[in-house]
């Protein structure tokens, strides 16, 4: 190893610090090269509440709960002590053939708030694992049930759903999938349910659930008996919030049926309030026959995931010899397993969701101010979980190209937005979005304040094009 210096970087937002992340550390999903010496790169130190604070001191409203993850806000000591007990007690232990109390107290607590006989929780680290580990469920499923040539998955055009190889190929963003081809096949895509850039409804009163259709026109053509599962989140994230039209659901929980396909409601984003329900499917009336879950579970105190299944998938499990042949090493870990039944306890003593419920129409109707703008085509979302789509001519729905989007959300929204003191994401996986997604202890105060910046920033950008 080369280190810059001989002594260790310290841990503060010094000039010393920023030479160690600059030279030792590797962003996710980051051009390095846009951190040079006029631009540094930022340094979250300290949280608490909405707000988290920068290394010069600085503080920032959290508009995006990290990244959709801390539910409950920063710097709740409950969870930070319900860490230190549990690893004084027993910091680590597999589930690989042992359980331990707080894996199962979880499980048990997980399995009494998910809709219907979704009972058996297999846990994960994060929400990548989880995505893959049902894929690998729906293919040792079929093969135990006599269906083994069922091994294909359905998702939704630009859904994000993990990076590891099996998610990367459910995933439907094509930019950050083809340097890594040839991906794991038999994963193929389907309509989303983008309604504002819709050419077949968007005018009509009612959608057609012609997105919903779509699942069984793909599950015909490439053979019933070879499709496992189709991957939905409730609202899908990526592309900017894409709430599903009423019916959606039930339409594609009746084709699933129809032709023998299990539906797996990804919500690592979704589950844990962000909805105002503990899962998504719960607030859109279906019933899954996987949820997969991660993000909010802990509200990142620690990290976790996993999915919770119906009775129906663990049955040819519990016959024989047979095993599920997976397993994950920090999966179900005690301290993050104590980290969610403190978060979830938290949820209840507060009453984070009846908060999301009280307060998301306001949130919404504080965001749609917004739709004054020239720039702001569409705001769109439910509970705390909002997209709001940038066009160029509001009238006809163009957007950006390529070159302009660059130059809009990289080169000006995204570092502009956080020097006006708001965490959000400016993303561009499908057309121009500003992605929002609040800690749950958020309220009005919060969300003017969210709508002041975005305002200001936003016509700042209008004025530049
Ligand atoms: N599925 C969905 C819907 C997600 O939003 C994400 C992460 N943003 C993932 C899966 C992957 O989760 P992780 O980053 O924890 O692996």
Redesign the pocket.
Known sequence: MTTTSQTPPPRDGSDAAQAAARRHLWLHFTRMSSYGPDREIPMIVRGDGPYVYDQHGKRYLDGLSG??VVQVGHGRSELAEAAAKQAGELAYFPLWSYAHPRAVELAERLAELAPGDCNRVFFTS??????ESAWKLARQYFRAVGQPGRYKVLSRDI??????MG?LSITGVADIKQVFEPLVPGSVRVENTNHYRCERCRDLEECTLHAADDIERRILMEGPESVAAVYL?PVQ?AGGCFPPPPGYFQRVREICDRYGVLLVS?E??CAFGRLGHWFGAERYGYQPDII?F??GLTSGYAPM?GMVCRDFLMEPFLEGQRTFLHGITFAGHPVSSAVALANLDLFEREDLLGNVRANQAAFRGTLEKLLDLPIVGDVRGEGYFYGIELVKDKATRESFDGDESERLLRGFLSPRLFEQGLVCRADDRGDPVIQLSPPLICEQEHFDEIEGVLRQVLNEAWSRL
Do not use: Q, R
């Open positions: 990244l959709f994060g929400g990548s694992e989880a995505v859904a994000y759903h993990g990076t590891t998610a989140e994230n990804d690592v984003i997969t991660a993000k995931g």
